[in-house]
């Protein structure tokens, strides 16, 4: 996996690795640990279409219900089914074995740097 410092981010917490038209989509680490303890999680399907800013899945914890949203337009190439099975490696490995969703896309929106993200956490 990228660095940290080589993906794009979210206002929404989300992390972007974009490998030409496809972006590999996972939630931060600040999300994550916001999040507490993930316990379930549910993905869109392959060949789903997805929708910028829509909902296209759920991420559940031992403190909340927090909805999964699709960065960019496109098809959902591929989920992982690993983060399914267990989805405590959103917490132990955010920016790796936890990623969720890769989206082929045509069409990149504006997305956060790392500095613009860190900055929007304070972290």
Do not use: C
């Not at 410092?5 to 979210?10: G, I, N």
């Not at 490998?19 to 060949?47: H, M, N, Q, R, S």
């Not at 993200?117 to 304070?122: C, E, F, I």
């Amino acid at each position: 996996m990228a660095a940290e410092q080589d993906l794009k981010y979210t206002a929404e917490h989300e992390w972007l690795l974009v490998e030409g038209d496809v972006a590999t989509v996972g939630i931060t680490a600040y999300a994550a640990e916001k999040l507490g303890d993930v316990v379930f999680v549910e993905l869109p399907a392959v060949g789903s279409t997805v929708a910028a800013g829509r909902v296209v899945g759920e991420i559940e914890s031992t403190k909340s219900v927090g909805e999964l949203f699709a960065p960019v337009d496109g098809t959902v190439a591929a989920v992982n089914d690993a983060v399914v099975d267990a989805p405590e490696l959103v917490n132990s490995d955010p920016f790796g074995e936890g990623w969720l969703v890769k989206v082929s896309f045509t069409e990149l929106p504006t997305l956060l740097s790392y500095d613009e993200y860190t900055a929007l956490t304070g972290e």
